[in-house]
Every structure is written in structure tokens, then in C-alpha cells.
Nanobody
Framework: VQLQASGGGLVQAGGSLRLSCAAS????????MGWFRQAPGKEREFVAA????????YYADSVKGRFTISRDNAKNTVYLQTNSLKPEDTAVFYC????????????????WGQGTLVTVSS
């Protein structure tokens, strides 16, 4: 599975971005999908995850109520709608795919995209 993240950019605090993760190589309907982020000088951290069917989702406490993960299996694409962005959300956002059950752990994900940069100015 190859994953291509896009949709990042520069936005003012309070703004929104919609990140996309397009998959190729095989259908992702059987994969749990996750978004992670890595800020400068920090470790990569979990943001959100969604089950293969889309029926279950997990969110990091820091983004609950502001970010929404969704998927369109017909388009082989996963989305992360980010609203009410804060400067502390500035990071490279990565999408990832897992054969295993839905998880917040980086180690559970088998395939990773290249990342898309989100910069939030104050």
C-alpha cells in the first residue's frame, strides 16, 4: 500500500484545513487508518484513527471536538478535517494504515505516507 498525504499549508489560528490521504496499490477497506503528527523537536504522536468500515473512531484528547477523521473506501481515501486550528497544531501530519485492529499506537501501523506540513500562525 502506498499512501500520499496532501492538503497541508499555512493557516491562521482559528482556521481550517482538510487533509487527504490517497491510497494506491490495494484497497484500504480492510485497513484501520490513522493520522499522526510530528512537531519540530518532538516525537511523532497519535491524532486520530478510524476503523475499516468507518464505524469506529479514536481521537487524541488534544484534538477532540476540533478534528474529524473520515474515509471514503470507494475513493480509497481517508480525510482529516481540522478546525479551530491552534499554533500548537503546527506539525507534519502523516497518514498510516494498519492490518490490525484500530489502534492509537504508532507501532501497530504497517504503512506510512510521506507527510504534509500544517503551519498555524498566531
Amino acid at each position: 500500500v502506498q499512501l500520499q498525504a496532501s492538503g497541508g499549508g499555512l493557516v491562521q489560528a482559528g482556521g481550517s484545513l482538510r487533509l487527504s490521504c490517497a491510497a494506491s496499490g490495494r484497497t484500504i477497506s480492510s485497513f484501520a487508518m490513522g493520522w499522526f503528527r510530528q512537531a519540530p523537536g518532538k516525537e511523532r504522536e497519535f491524532v486520530a484513527a478510524i476503523s475499516g468500515s468507518g464505524g469506529s473512531t479514536y481521537y487524541a484528547d488534544s484534538v477532540k471536538g476540533r478534528f474529524t477523521i473520515s474515509r471514503d473506501n470507494a475513493k480509497n481515501t481517508v480525510y482529516l478535517q481540522t478546525n479551530s486550528l491552534k499554533p500548537e497544531d503546527t506539525a507534519v501530519f502523516y497518514c498510516a494504515a494498519s492490518w490490525r485492529v484500530l489502534s492509537t499506537s504508532l507501532n501497530r501501523y504497517d504503512y506510512w505516507g510521506q507527510g504534509t506540513l500544517v503551519t498555524v500562525s498566531s
